[in-house]
Every structure is written in structure tokens, then in C-alpha cells.
């Protein structure tokens, strides 16, 4: 008994001596890989300050617009002063047709058009419903947004405004007249991530890049393993590489702990750097959540990896798939009116629920109870993946001594 | 040995047929592209999204109210709660993506005039779902506010019309100009589907031209082609050119027979430009490899510039939103112009004469590797660049 436990003891020393020659080993290779440096550091270290730099939030206002005044009215030129007030329209071109407005239109000069026909002010003098036309660029949704908004709430002020004054005239005092004009008020609220498109966005652009730059970099290694070692297998003839789990570990381990100083850096630094919500309850809740989120990643990039039989070949491979996995994220185009296919699909890819999860810590405050069903998941996509490179290394193993 | 481009057209073509990466670049991946977003976005406009109501007032105004809302098309009422902070944890747990609170005495204050509040709690961490909840919230109050106010004037003894000009005195008549249905599928596949055919263009010309450094076969290669470069490159890229054309071209197809979008201006001139952007971006993986002459380098560098001509373009977040000192750089991207083709022929209807620009910029692309022939030939002859 004591012998045997003893023997137990023996074998995990030399088990954990192997563990930490590999770990030590397989980091020596990362930072001696200049590609996998140039994918895994300046990447990360570059692109999250380019895009934040790009998606700028100051600046999504006053979009060039053009306006047709056939009224030439005290009225019609309070609402187009009115109109140019809004922060999201501004404008830019005063037509004296139609067509001349849609002809910049169609050269994208502007990205709307406002037209006050001749009777307008007519018509509301006479207590009738005047009309303006609006023509919306729809080249992209950015243009329709901004001038919807803007259009609408112009409109509906003035037109209660006008309401208002004729019931004063009819005798009520303003007050009253305020209240009758509106039966009920419905308020707006945004509750979470009032800054809108950039800091919906960058919270998606930072964990995709995590991904990415993780599948690719360990593409890299495993096809330069395969490229470099003699008979072209993937696993070195060292006598410490023995026990599949000690190397799968070993690998897996070495990636984690490159990737911690890379993660505190994309998911806490610059979201301070840009200014974005940080409402998450603490820092640590934000670490633990992304634990199964790099180790689900680094077992899906490492059973992929043995079919690399070069290093180049995971650019080519990865680099297509990073716009589809930003929609199959759920955050830009709703699960719900994904197809079914898909939404289950969505799952099996790290990324998505860490998104979710991730951006909503973040922009929404939420605990990790809050984000558990995205939490477990990821749990579950790391055991599963590690099992799927047990089995492919061992397969590959199995082949390479053939 | 038969030298010029026959031959190295012949000799890639037995290449691109032994090893399956070039297969994945070129026929897998676009179709995987195709597949992807013609399928995803099939619904072109989210709806049933869920949303919760909170009824503190259970008046029979209220339940008119949630009726109103659950009849709309956007919205869908998943959950009736209790109090806001039931449905602050439901939207943290993102069950919904909006919340409408109606308060206490409602109903009293609205027929005692008191003109209440109804409160809706919306959010843009989801941009699109929240923007949608919110603009169809919106409209279903204002709408059913004035309906009040129409029914009280009624009550008093005007006519419809007549109530009607009075609760809204102006009125919008809006025109959508080339997307009547606001398809947000149309949008983004047009764009996108395309580019990332673009993407994958780039990034195997930068892999085939490469591979020759790496596994120095490049001598080989140059041989062949008769020692002149620009017959050597034809001759390989031009394969490439064709396959992704094809793709191209089949997207186009599935676009608009399947998905039923449709082109204002001339098709022709849009697969015109397609297939200028495609070999614009090969001229650009010229570039990139002539001035890096090593696969590794080049693949990485390729990729970084890719990727970012989707944040650049200005399809997702239009130009005239950058900063001025981003701007020059929405250049550096084809893809930029292709979107100025798409906006200017799809959408707006434009000829070839009112809209002669992004071809003119698109040719320019494709002189880029002028700069860089010398030095990659040498390199080709040479191989003086480390290997690994």
C-alpha cells in the first residue's frame, strides 16, 4: 500500500517536471516566432487603437442634407431652422427644385432631402394637415437614421407647438392647452450604452481580435512544428514530450499565459483608453468569465491546428470567417431574427456568448450570475474542445509515427 | 521548355490542383461567403424581438396599451413583470431588449387630464435591436396618444379630418430611394459578400507569390514566364482573377434571383467594377509581397490591411463621421470605391459618365506594382530574403 502510494507520488513528480518542461518550452517558442509575435502583440496592440480611433462618437452628427423651400414662409423657415438645429442633420445645399436636390443626392453630396411644398404654411393657417416630403439616401442605414430622427422630432414638436397656440386662441390658458395636446407623454429612456454605435461596437471588435489572433497564431506554431521538426511531426522528439495530456497541457498552458497580459490589456486598458462603459461589478468578475473563454478558444485553435501542414496556412483559413462570427456574436443582428440553423451554430463558436457576455458586464453592469447560461456555456465549449484535441493529436500522433 | 504565359498559366494550375489550401482559397471559402450571408440575413428586418411590460396601473388602458404593442410587428411582449428593478435584471440577463413601465393611476390621470408619463427603458448595447424596439415603442405611444386626443375632440364635436389636422398639423411623407423595403440584408450583403471575395483575393495572391519565395521555386517560376515579369504574374494571377470574377459574378446572381434585390443602374458596369476591385486588390498583394518579399511577413501584414478596409470603407460608419485626419486613409482601400460604385449605380441609378470617378481611382490601383517590380524580381532571382 504505502509502496504503491509512494510509486503514485513518483510518477506525478515526473509528470508535473514534464508539464513544466513543456510549458517552458512551448513559450520559448512563441517569443521566438517572429510572425506569431507580429499576429499575437502588435495585432492586438494595434488594431483595437485604430478602430477606437475611427469609431470616433463626436462625430456621427450633422450630416450634410439639402432642402426644397416652395413656401418661402415665416412658418416654413422656423421648421427648417428648426430642422438645422438637430444634431444629426445639418444643412448644407438650399435647392430651388426637386430635382436639383435629388441630382446632389444621387452624386452623394447629401444624404437627404427635405422639400416644403408651395402650400404648407397655407394649409396650416387654414387649420388644415400640411405635408413635407422627405427623401432618404438609403445607401446606407447611418443616412436614414439620422434624418428619421431628426425629421420626426422636428415635426412633431412644431406640430405641437402649432396644436398648443390654437387652443390658446381658443381661449385655454397654456397650460391646459399643453396637457390636452398630449393625453399621455411617452418618455425615452436609454438605460445602457447611451454613446451608441462605438461603444456598441468596439466591445465586439476586442473580443473577436482575442479569437482571432489566437486561432491564427496557434495555426502558425503547429504547421512551423510540422514544418521544422525532422519526419515532419508535430510533436519534437523530446524525451519530456511523453503523455498526450502532458502536452496538450503543456501547449494549452503556455498559450493561457501569453494571453493573460494580451487580454488585461485589449479587455481593461483600452476600454479606458476610449472612454467606454465600464460598469462591470469588478475586475475580477471580468477575469473569471474570460478564463473559459481563452481556454475554450485555445483547445479549438489547437484541434484545428494539426491539419496545418505550413505555417501560412491559418491566415487563409481564419481571416474570412472573422465578419461572420461578428453577426453570429447576436449583439449587431438580434439572435432572435437569426435563422434557426445558425442561432445553434452561433454556440459552438467562443466568441459569440463571450461577446454577449463580455459587453454586457461591461456596458450593463452585469454580475456573473447575470451572464451564467454564456458563462457555462463557454465552460462546456472548453471541455469539449479539449476532448476533440485529444482526439486529433492523438490521431496525428498515431500518423506521424507511421 | 515553352516559356511566356501559357506555360505559368499551366504551371499554377497543376499547382493550385495538388494542394487543397488552394482549393479552400479559392472555390471553398467564397461559396462558404455566399452561403453564409445569403442564408443569415434571409429575414432583412428583425422582428418579434422581446420585450417586457410592467403595469403597475392594470387599467383597462393599460391592457389596451399592451395589446397595441404586441400587435406591432417589431416588438414581441415575452414578459409581464412587476417592478423596474424584475426588469432591469431581465434586460441585464439580455432576455429583452426593452421595457415599458406604465405607472401607478394611469388611467385616473389620463381622464382627469393630468397628462401622466409612460416610461420605456430601452438600451444600444444591442445597436440594431435596440434602435428597432425603440423607434416601434415610440410610434405605437405617439399613435396611441393621439388617438386619445382625437377621441376627445370628437367627443367635442369635430369632424375627423378636421381632429386630425389639429393633433398633427404636419405630417411626414417619407420616400426610401432604393431600398422601398429597408432591408438591412440588401445593404449588408452588397457590400460585404463582395468584399470579403476581395479579401480572399488579396490574400492569395500575397500566398501564391509567397509560397515560390518560401519554398524557392521562384527561379523556377520566372524561368518559365521567359524571364519577364509582368508576363509571370499574369500568367499566375490571372487564374485567380478569373475564379474570383466567377464567385463574384455568382454572388450577383444569388443576390438578385434568389434574394431579390434589385440594381437601379446598369449591372453590367457593377461586375465592371467587381472585377476591376478584384484585380485592384491583387495589384495591392503584389504590392505588399514586393515590398516584404516573405510569405510569413507579407500573409500577416496582408491580413491586418484587409480586415480593416471593413472598418475603413465607410459602410458600417460613414466617412463624413471620421475624423478628417482618417479620412486620406479610406483610400488606401478599392473597397472604398467599390462602395462609391454600389451607392452610385445600384442604388442611385448613375451611368458610366456620371459616375467615370472610382473607375478612374480603381485603374489607379492596379499600376501600384510599377513601384515594386524591380525589387521583387531580384528578390524572385536572388532569394536574399530569410527564410525562416
Redesign the interface.
Known sequence: MNIRFRKIIQRNKEAWKDLFHIIGKELYNIFTDKGVLLVFIVACVVYPLVCGYIYNKELMYDMPIAIVDNSNSTLSRNYLRSLDATPEVMIKHKCSSLDEAKELQKQSKVHGIVFIPSDFSKNINKEEQATISVYNDMTSFFWYRNMALATNFTVQEMGKEIQVQRMVKGGKNIEDAKRLSEPFEPVQHVLYNPGGYPSFILPIVLILILQQTLLIGIGMLAGTATERHQLHTLIPRDAHYRGLLRIIFGRGLAFFITYIPITVYMLVVVPKIFNLPQLMPSLMTIFLFIVPFLLSVIFLGMSISVFFKNRENSIPFYLFMSLPFVFLSGMSWPREAMPRFWELFSHIIPSSDAVQGYSRMMTMGADLSQVSVEYFTLWILSATYFIFTFITYSWRMKRDIK | MEKGIIPVLKRELKKMVSRP?YI??TVF?PL??IL??S?????G??????IAMVDLDSSSTSRQITRHIEAGQTCEIKYKLSSFEEA??K????NI?AFILIPKN?QAD?LS???????????????????AT??E??TI??T??SG??LK?RQAKGENE??A????????????????PL?N?SY?LCSI?MP??IF??SL??CI?TI??EL?FETSRHWLITSGGSMPKALLGKLLPYTFIYSIMLIFSYFIMSSVLGFETKGNILLMFLGGILTIISYQAIGIFIIGVLPM???A??IG??Y???G???A?????G????PA?KPYTLLYPLTQYY?L???IQ????TLS?SYMPFIMLIAYCLIPIFVISRLKGALIKLNFKR?
Open positions: 489550401i479552400m482559397m471559402i462558404l461567403i453564409f450571408f442564408t443569415f440575413l434571409n429575414k428586418m428583425p422582428s418579434d424581438l422581446p432591469k435584471d434586460m441585464q440577463r439580455e431588449y394611469f389620463l387630464g393630468k397628462s401622466p408619463q409612460i416610461i420605456f427603458y430601452t438600451e444600444y448595447a444591442h445597436y440594431l435591436a435596440g434602435s425603440m423607434k415603442i415610440n405611444l405617439v396611441l396618444s386619445i386626443n376627445m379630418t378636421q386630425m389636422a389639429n393633433i398633427q398639423p404636419i405630417r411626414i411623407d417619407s420616400h426610401l430611394i432604393g431600398n429597408m438591412y445593404y460585404i468584399g470579403l479579401l480572399m490574400i492569395s500566398y509567397g509560397v518560401k510569405l510569413r511577413d500573409l500577416s491580413a491586418f484587409g480586415v480593416l471593413f472598418t475603413f465607410g459602410f458600417t460608419y460613414p463624413f463621421a471620421m475624423l482618417v462609391n454600389y451607392s452610385n442604388i442611385n441609378g448613375l456620371e525562416e
